[in-house]
Each structure stands twice: as structure tokens, then as C-alpha cells.
């Protein structure tokens, strides 16, 4: 009889420890959902005030439409005179269209270089996420080398510790960074080894098993020096994401920033 009181004794004490975890503890460390990040800008430019269609210096030269480029030009002012960078000369390095997005990368004659993401309906959105603007001066958020700082519109991680070799990817995978002359590399290793790094880190972080991945060459741009806008494809997939190879972190351009979720 008193072996069985202790057996009934132990389960209240066990079933008032569970409920008092469901009440209290277990309540306080379920993770809090983060409110989606507005990352877009939006152009407040009067027409008056907009740039006219020779507004690059190397205006025309890349053969891009008078209009597109017109666009990117609009991106350039209205964000310069949002931040109040002043007057400079830009030039137009490239632009490229991707995941229904324009990607355009503008330098200045300064050094200043700036990352838009332009929305490919501009006629009806007007909007563009700055994914890195990159000052000379190192008058911004986030520090570089050599002087140089940016701020960013985006989300960073970070990939270090796979980088540093402290931890490994949970999932064998194979990825072509592009670096190298061997099949078909076309990228410094520097670039080659912190997109691979990248990649592992964030396929680990979403549980993506997909094994083989390769960067796309024709749409990498790695004009700055210190950040890199890149493209993995496996199959049908894509992920595309900014590198800091100085900070080892990435920035992904997934749904949750490109769509129209954080409007």
C-alpha cells in the first residue's frame, strides 16, 4: 500500500512539473516569430526632378535600353538625395535581369559603389531594396577593408565557422563556386571558396539535402571587391544571395524580401 502511495505521489509530482512548464517556461521560450522586414524604398521623384537619359557617365556605352537604364538613374538620385549623399558622377557598371528583378551596380567617380535591386514592374511599383551601398570613406554601418563601409537593406549571416573549419555541413554536398581554371572556373578563389562556405551555411540553415549546386557565371558580378551578387542553381532551384567575403556573411534574396510581403 505505501509503495503504491509513492508511485501516485511521483506521478502528481510529474504531472504538476509538466503542467507547470506548458503554464510558465515553455510559453517563454517558444520563439517569437520576427515582423517581416520593409526593405523596398520607393521613388518620391517628381518628374521635374528626375535625371535625364544621359544622367551615367558611360551613358549608352553598355548597349542597355535608353529606358532601363533611365530607371536605374532614377534609383541612383532618389536614393542619394534620400541619404544625402550629394551631388557625384555615377557610371552604370552593369545591370543584368534576374528572378523578374533588374540587378544594377553603379560606381561612382569617387569609389562609392551601390548594389539596387530594381523591381522588374517598375511602371507600376516604382521601387528598388538597396543591397549594399558601399562609401570610400567608411561613413557607414557595416566596416570592410581598406577604409571602406557599406550599409545594407538586407539581412547578414553569417558563414565564418564554416569558413574557419569549425564546423561542417550536415549534408555532403557538392558545390561549384567557380573558382579556379579547372572546369570552367572563372572566379578568384577568394570568391570561389566564401561562396561555397555560403552556401553551406545556409543550406544547413534551411535543411535543403539537394546535393549539387553550381554557381551561375553568366549572371555573378563581383565588381566592388568586396561583396559579390551570386546565383546557385540545382535542377530547377535557385538561391541567390550577396557574399561579404570581408565579414564572411551572406544576405539571401528569398520570397520574403523580393515579393511584396514587406510592403
Known sequence: MKREIKVLTRIGIFLLLCNTCISAECRVIEPE??????????CDLSISEGPDYLFFENAGEGGYHITLENLAAYAVVDYAKKVGIGEEDWSLERIIYRDNHYHAFVKSKSGNHIYFLIDGNWDANERYIVMADIRKDGNAEIELRNGYAYNSGLTWRSYKEYYDGIRKPETDYKID????????????????????????????????????WEIDRNSAYMGSGFIADVSFMSGSKRVSMLIDVSNAAYAVLDESITSDAGR
Open 33 to 42: 516569430i520576427p515582423a517581416i522586414k520593409n526593405v523596398w524604398e520607393y
Open 177 to 212: 563556386g567557380g573558382s579556379g581554371m579547372s572546369g570552367g572556373g572563372m572566379f578568384d578563389s577568394m570568391y570561389g571558396y566564401s561562396s561555397t562556405y555560403a552556401m553551406y551555411a545556409y543550406l544547413d540553415s534551411v535543411g535543403e539535402k539537394s546535393c549539387q
